[in-house]
């Protein structure tokens, strides 16, 4: 069941401990998909609630394989005031081309026409391989509301390209890999979406700031850092209930268990995780 009650503490831990200030809610790591339509609209209402003055920005994934489903979630998000919404692609009987997708997402976000409307690209999990760039040709005339991507994929030539024809449009393109986030930024990313964040936000925060410099060097050593974390955690099995684990035990605030078919992180896998995390040190002395 979803523990509502965290929902304080987990916005002021990632506030005031890891300075993250956006937050998207619903998303992958958040088992949004696993949820039912209340139990998504009262998370959405409680995050909204809870960064009330604390955050700047509450994204609400509305996507659902049912368009209904999905157009009653963008009217939920709408009426609480929700920053923005996002939708994944159908991913059981999938659009076969970019206009397909397009009449979907045009659906969606039309209930909603007062929202700024982001599309979420994970093809990883969705097996809809359409190309965002392709996808961005005409789509602000279809949508109005179109502010932007969420680009969870490692097809670096498909981003640069989304990039590249957003630059003259002020459109966000946000990067959800985060072991590649270095390398998505030199092309141009606008910020990036992603499960670390939750716990290495501050850390992140300061390569982003190195990059700003621009300090090449001193980024470098956070991205190596924590590709080197998640190079290690992957190979023992890193998935959503592995990020609560992780999270559970930096942050103190009890994440809970994933719902099935997944299953719950094993303790050796917490006990290495966490002896790992503990054992990087950081260029800032942590």
């Not at 394989?65 to 999905?70: M, N, Q």
């Not at 949508?143 to 640069?160: E, N, Y």
């Not at 924590?226 to 290690?232: A, K, R, S």
């Not at 997944?262 to 054992?279: N, P, R, Y």
């Amino acid at each position: 069941q979803i523990n509502l009650s965290v929902i304080h503490q987990y916005v002021d831990y990632l506030v005031n401990e890891q300075n993250v200030k956006n937050v998207f809610v619903n998303g992958t790591t958040g088992e949004g998909l696993s949820l039912n339509i209340q139990e998504r609209k009262q998370l959405a209402e409680e995050w909204v609630c809870q960064g009330k003055d604390k955050l700047d920005h509450v994204i609400v994934h509305v996507g659902a394989l049912s368009l209904p489903e999905s157009q009653e979630l963008a009217r939920h998000a709408a009426a609480i005031g929700a920053s923005g919404i996002a939708v994944i692609a159908p991913f059981l009987f999938k659009p076969t081309n970019k206009d397909e997708l397009i009449a979907f997402l045009q659906k969606v976000a039309s209930e909603a026409p007062a929202v700024p409307f982001y599309y979420y690209h994970i093809p990883s999990l969705t097996g809809v391989k359409i190309h965002v760039e392709e996808l961005l040709d005409g789509i602000k005339e279809r949508i109005p509301t179109f502010q932007g991507v969420k680009f969870s994929d490692r097809d670096l030539l498909d981003f640069a390209q989304c990039i590249h024809k957003c630059e003259r449009e002020q459109l966000a393109i946000l990067y959800g890999v985060d072991e590649q986030l270095l390398s998505a930024l030199a092309i141009g990313a606008d910020g990036a979406v992603g499960s670390t964040y939750n716990y290495l936000g501050c850390k992140t925060n300061l390569m982003l700031e190195a990059f700003a410099k621009p300090d090449l060097a001193l980024a470098r050593k956070y991205q190596f850092l924590t590709g080197e974390f998640l190079n290690f955690v992957i190979k023992l099995g890193f998935g959503v209930a592995q990020t609560k684990a992780v999270m559970t035990f930096v942050s103190g605030i009890p994440m809970g268990p994933p719902r099935l078919p997944l299953v719950d992180a094993s303790k050796e896998f917490i006990v290495k995780a966490k002896a790992k995390l503990d054992s990087i040190v950081w260029p800032d002395g942590d």
